[in-house]
């Protein structure tokens, strides 16, 4: 029996699979991938020198705690794949936004042991950060297992199950939002006669800076901003104008609507499963 398996192995499934291995969290002999990609099976079998499935089912079958790492479009398909294969002592690990706990033993018709997760896409370059919840049959012991395979590739912070729509609007679709402050910050570097590939560094690493500011001082966002802005200088006047443009506003409204829309992924699965009217 293989400790993890992993059905799927995408940009994200990839990023777990490599953190788990150099964080020293599975050895490569423990652990079975499968992925419909002949050609991608292939190069995670020569790069990691992981065991290679030949189906979904040889995963469940063989690995204790099992990554559900496919697109949210094809969960139904796989599940179904390998319910049957699933024994009482498997973890489900399920990183697709829109099923809840309770709709993913639904789909397996069984109370299996379920791990929901939401990690966001810096786990690529492990520097991710997870949201994750528990079925009531998991142990104590479990969940720390699985908590520490989440650390091997960011952090992890277990939440209840009915914040994983703020979960998923804080951290996971909010990296697009950063995207955007970034391109945004280059391209006004770049109409201040900065060169675009210089423009793009400056701005990244000012954001980098940042973000390990409120992370490593523990200091308040609103302090942090206040020691950069001088009396009559010149980080105020920008202050002034994004608060004209309304960007605290802007900012918070893309994220009550990503929740929106995450709630709404939701209901539509509890309604198909659960036969909720």
């Known amino acids: 029996?293989?400790?993890?398996?992993?059905?799927?192995?995408?940009?994200?499934?990839?990023?777990?699979?490599?953190?788990?291995?150099?964080?020293?969290?599975?050895?490569?002999?423990d652990v079975i991938v499968y992925t419909k990609s002949i050609e991608n099976l292939?190069?995670?079998?020569?790069?990691?020198?992981?065991v290679m499935a030949k189906?979904?089912?040889?995963?469940?079958e063989n690995a204790r705690i099992n990554v559900l790492a496919v697109k949210p479009d094809i969960y139904s398909e796989v599940i179904e794949e390998i319910k049957d294969k699933i024994s009482k002592d498997s973890i489900v690990i399920a990183i697709a936004p829109n099923f809840s706990i309770n709709?993913?033993?639904?789909?397996f018709d069984k109370d299996v042991k379920v791990a929901r997760a939401m990690p966001?896409?810096?786990?690529?370059?492990?520097?991710?950060?997870?949201?994750?919840?528990?079925?009531?049959?998991?142990?104590?012991?479990?969940?720390?297992?699985?908590?520490?395979f989440f650390t091997s590739f960011g952090e992890v912070i277990e939440v209840k199950e009915d914040l994983?729509?703020?979960?998923?609007?804080?951290?996971?679709?909010?990296?697009?939002?950063?995207?955007?402050?970034?391109?945004?910050?280059?391209?006004?570097?770049?109409?201040?006669?900065?060169?675009?590939?210089?423009?793009?560094?400056?701005?990244?690493?000012a954001v980098e800076g940042a973000a390990k500011m409120v992370l490593e001082t523990g200091k308040h966002p609103g302090e942090l901003k206040d020691a950069v802005c001088s009396p009559g200088g010149t980080s105020i006047e920008g202050i002034i104008k994004l608060e004209e443009k309304g960007f605290r506003?802007?900012?918070?409204?893309?994220?009550l609507k990503s929740a929106e829309k995450?709630?709404?992924?939701?209901?539509?699965e509890e309604k198909k499963y659960m036969k909720i009217e």
Request: charged share 25%.
């Open 120 to 148: 966001n896409t810096p786990a690529m370059i492990g520097c991710g950060i997870t949201g994750i919840c528990f079925s009531d049959n998991m142990t104590i012991e479990e969940r720390k297992e699985i908590l520490k």
């Open 1 to 29: 029996m293989k400790k993890i398996g992993f059905i799927g192995c995408g940009n994200m499934g990839e990023a777990m699979l490599s953190g788990a291995l150099n964080y020293g969290f599975v050895k490569k002999e």
């Open 249 to 255: 506003s802007g900012i918070i409204e893309a994220m």
């Open 164 to 205: 994983m729509k703020a979960v998923g609007s804080v951290s996971g679709s909010s990296p697009a939002f950063i995207y955007m402050l970034i391109e945004a910050m280059s391209d006004g570097a770049v109409l201040l006669g900065i060169p675009r590939k210089d423009a793009y560094r400056f701005a990244a690493k």
């Open 103 to 107: 709709v993913i033993k639904s789909m």
């Open 55 to 60: 189906d979904s089912k040889d995963v469940a």
């Open 42 to 50: 292939e190069r995670l079998n020569k790069k990691y020198n992981v």
């Open 262 to 268: 995450f709630y709404s992924m939701e209901e539509k």
